[in-house]
Every structure is written in C-alpha cells, then in structure tokens.
C-alpha cells in the first residue's frame, strides 16, 4: 500500500476570491473558505464565521473531535461557556480550544466575526450533555 503523498501548496485568497455561504456548520453563521483546506489536501482549514442572524439558542453544548483549533476574534464578541465559565471573547482575542473541550457559544454581536482555524479540515462535531446552566443571549 503506498501512502498519500502530502499537499503543501502555496495559497493566496483575496476578499472576493470565495464566497460568504450560508451552509457551515451553524445556520445562524455565513462562512468564508480561505483555500487553507485544499493548499494543505485537508490537514487544515482556515475559514472566517460571522453572524447572519440574532442569537436564539446558541450552539448547544458540544464537543469538536480535532487535533487543533483556535479561533481569532476579528470584529465585535461572542460569549462562550468553556466547561463551567463563562469567556467574552473579544476582538483581538485569540482562543486555543483544546481537542474535546466541551463548550456553548451563546451570544454574540451583530458585527461578530472571526477566524477559525482547524486541523484536520473535516473535524467533527459532537453534541454532549451537560448540567451547567447557561446564560440567556441578548436581543439586538
């Protein structure tokens, strides 16, 4: 068996190179693909999230099975659970979520926007279960 030759291409993405789509992972999200996934044949992905609609329920407790991911507030803030506390992530602020990390984004600004980063490029999502309470989002 011979094994898959690595991809390590160069990459160079403008703004109006790829599109705001509306089918990520979150619905209430529109995301940006910044061609990290294809430059490195799926071992990373680069996309920018940010907010199309109000927050209702969140994300939902989850897990995401991953090797490494981080996420770069750009514009605006989001308020995560990570376990037990409550973050305000800001922009500026950068987050290393370790793998499985259980967390819950609930609120966010209109203006949110962030950059996430991800290895490998087709990570999981896993819902879990948890007793900690979280806090209601506030209207725009």
């Keep these: 068996m011979l094994d898959k030759p690595i991809v390590n291409t160069f990459s160079h ?15 209430f ?15 990373v992905i680069a996309q920018l999230a940010r907010a199309k609609e109000a927050p ?6 989850h897990q ?3 090797d490494f991911h981080i996420v770069i507030m750009l514009k605006g803030w ?3 659970m990570y376990e037990d506390k409550e973050h305000l992530v ?10 499985g990390i259980t967390h819950f984004l609930f609120d966010y600004s209109p203006d ?13 999502t896993v819902e879990v279960e948890s007793s900690v309470p979280v806090p209601e989002p506030h209207s725009w």
């Design 78 to 80: 989001a308020k995560f």
């Design 64 to 66: 995401h099975v991953a």
């Design 13 to 27: 993405v403008k703004p109006g190179d790829t599109p705001w789509v509306g089918d990520g992972l979150r619905s």
């Design 56 to 61: 209702e329920k969140g994300t939902g407790w």
């Design 90 to 99: 800001s922009a500026g602020d950068c987050v290393h979520q370790r793998p």
């Design 112 to 124: 949110m926007e962030y950059l996430e980063v991800v290895g490998p490029a087709d990570f999981k």
């Design 29 to 43: 999200f529109e995301y940006r693909d910044l061609g990290v996934a294809d430059a490195t044949g799926g071992r």
